[in-house]
């Protein structure tokens, strides 16, 4: 698994005492708030009804979870696409929507529409 590596990687997701002695989040419910957070497009404060836990620690561990996801895997899957990779997301695009091109952009303004709209012509 490999959300394990940046929980392992940072003493923030360790399970840590606060001065009172309370124990605080373990790594996963900090991952799991991070997560909810990034998924539904929700407030760090939406956390507190969820998990009981403060809008403050949601959103720090949001913070240190992307963090964390780019300095564990950031040379990995975050570099520019080789000419190899460029070749083979064009194949693999063209094999599954059956036309080539439209890496990096949206506009298909270019390509030969049989239905095309008639403001779109030209």
Same mark, same amino acid.
């Given at each position: 698994?490999?959300?394990?590596?940046?929980?392992?990687?940072?003493?923030?997701?360790?399970?840590?005492?606060?001065?009172?002695?309370?124990?605080?989040?373990?790594?996963?419910?900090?991952?799991?708030?991070?997560?909810?957070?990034?998924?539904?497009?929700?407030?760090?404060?939406?956390?507190?009804?969820?998990?009981?836990?403060?809008?403050?620690?949601?959103?720090?561990?949001?913070?240190?979870?992307?963090?964390?996801?780019?300095?564990?895997?950031?040379?990995?899957?975050?570099?520019?696409?080789?000419?190899?990779?460029?070749?083979?997301?064009?194949?693999?695009?063209?094999?599954?929507?059956?036309?080539?091109?439209?890496?990096?952009?949206?506009? /298909?303004?270019?390509?030969?529409?049989?239905? /095309?709209?008639?403001?779109?012509?030209?």
């Amino acid at each position: 698994m490999q959300w394990k590596a940046v929980i392992v990687r940072y003493e923030y997701f360790q399970l840590r005492y606060d001065a009172r002695g309370k124990r605080s989040f373990i790594g996963l419910q900090k991952y799991v708030a991070a997560i909810k957070l990034m998924a539904m497009g929700e407030s760090p404060d939406s956390i507190d009804d969820y998990m009981r836990m403060l809008e403050r620690t949601a959103r720090e561990s949001l913070y240190r979870l992307a963090r964390g996801v780019i300095e564990t895997f950031g040379d990995k899957y975050l570099h520019k696409p080789s000419l190899n990779d460029i070749q083979q997301l064009y194949a693999a695009h063209k094999e599954r929507h059956g036309f080539p091109g439209m890496l990096g952009s949206i506009d /298909c303004t270019k390509w030969i529409w049989r239905n /095309c709209p008639v403001s779109w012509k030209g």
